[in-house]
Nanobody
């Protein structure tokens, strides 16, 4: 089992940027494709982005394409989400998880971290 700790959220004005980090425990981090998800109040959890084990291939949800960039540092057991041109609709709690490399919108582990809150004001 791998555990995740998300950080980097905050309050930002529309048009601003934030960089989220997800630190994973364990020595198996590099074996997994990793993904970011988000959940807004009253809504289901939504796939945001995913990156394969070596970082060579990425996927994005339609709502964030061209604005968000996912990356990873296997030496630091960390995955990042650079968020630019933020809009109020990006307001949510953001989570990371290992994902299925064939279907990257499918998280692997049922246990989630505490997430990090992102709030975008208009």
């Amino acid at each position: 089992q791998v555990q995740f700790v998300e950080s980097g959220g905050g309050l930002v004005q529309a048009g601003g940027s934030l960089r989220l980090s997800c630190a994973a425990s364990g020595r198996t981090f590099s074996k997994y494709a990793m993904g970011w998800f988000r959940q807004a109040p009253g809504k289901e959890r939504e796939f945001v982005a995913a990156i394969r084990r070596t970082g060579g291939t990425t996927d994005y949800g339609d709502s964030v394409k061209g604005r968000f960039t996912i990356s990873r540092d296997n030496a630091k057991n960390t995955v990042y989400l650079q968020m630019n041109s933020l809009i109020p609709e990006d307001t949510a709690v953001y989570y990371c998880n290992a994902v299925n490399p064939i279907v990257p919108s499918n998280p692997i582990f049922g246990s989630w971290g505490q997430g990090t809150q992102v709030t975008v004001s208009s």
